[in-house]
């Protein structure tokens, strides 16, 4: 779907609020902090900025962010689980200003983490970079993926294939789908005006995942560390445009 200037714009202020809110939840994490308090702080800035959640009540999602740390990989419900020195914790938050979602993530150390962590964190920031810098028209969806798993991979790490990114704009979730890694046929031809949340997941080991009993958390089967690292991205005449940015 191609979005309008005015909807581009409503989407960049959901985007500067996402931005905010994962500013503010990655300056408060250092060991000893729990995950409910991370939740805490994002529903500030929600709140301050006069926006909604679209992560609460999502599906019966109890929170307005994912935390998902070390093996966890994507949908951690922020509780009572305690930030310790060497972790990492993936921060997923989302917004809406009038209708128009905003969908970012971060992954950041808890006090120093070894050298091979620091990494995986740095290569899937790159695999994610390397993704946005496809989003120009004329490629195909296709070349998001393919460039992700290029750089993910070839750091020796796996990909993870059972979530992907979205299309996002009035809901979170909007077709198609971005997977990260090719996705065995070609994918849409991309034109100025759509709008993607890329989203890489990254394993240090395999790329398989299970779903833990809560119905949400998502944890790679061999215990292996994962990062996340998303972005909402438009595509404009002038190349992709990052709007989760402050
Ligand atoms: N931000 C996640 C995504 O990119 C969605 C979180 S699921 C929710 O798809 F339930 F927390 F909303
Ligand atoms: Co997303």
């Known amino acids: ?16 609020v996402v931005a905010e809110m994962l500013a503010t939840t990655s300056a408060a994490v250092r060991p000893g902090v729990r995950t409910a308090q991370l939740d ?7 709140e301050r900025r006069g926006a909604t959640s679209n992560f609460l009540n999502y599906h019966g ?12 990989i994507v ?22 200003i009038e209708g128009y979602h905003g969908d970012a993530a971060v992954t950041v150390p808890v006090g120093d983490i070894p050298p091979l962590t620091e990494k995986l964190l740095r290569v899937t920031e790159e695999s994610l970079s390397a993704g946005i810098g496809q989003l120009v028209e004329g490629n195909r969806l296709h070349d998001v993926g393919y460039a992700v798993q290029t750089v993910a ?15 996002i704009g009035t809901r979170m979730h909007e077709e198609p789908s971005v997977p990260n890694y090719w996705p ?20 240090l080991g395999g790329p398989e995942t299970i779903q833990m009993e ?8 061999d215990g292996s560390l994962s990062a996340h690292f998303e972005h909402t991205i438009a595509i404009t005449d002038n190349g992709p445009e990052v709007l989760t940015l402050p």
Do not use: Q
């Open 40 to 46: 805490r702080v994002a529903r500030e800035v929600i």
């Open 61 to 72: 999602y109890p929170a307005v962010i994912c935390t998902s740390p070390n093996n966890v």
């Open 1 to 16: 779907m191609r979005r309008r200037p005015d909807e581009i714009a409503k989407m960049r202020k959901a985007g500067r």
């Open 75 to 96: 949908h951690g419900i922020p509780g009572d689980y305690i930030l310790a020195e060497g972790d990492i914790v993936s921060i997923d938050c989302g917004a809406v």
């Open 214 to 221: 809560d119905g949400w958390t998502v944890v790679t089967a």
């Open 153 to 167: 991979e070839g750091a020796g790490f796996s990909v993870v294939r059972g979530y992907t990114g979205h299309a």
């Open 184 to 203: 065995g046929k070609p994918g849409p031809a991309l034109r100025t005006g759509m709008v993607f949340a890329v989203e890489p997941m990254v394993n």
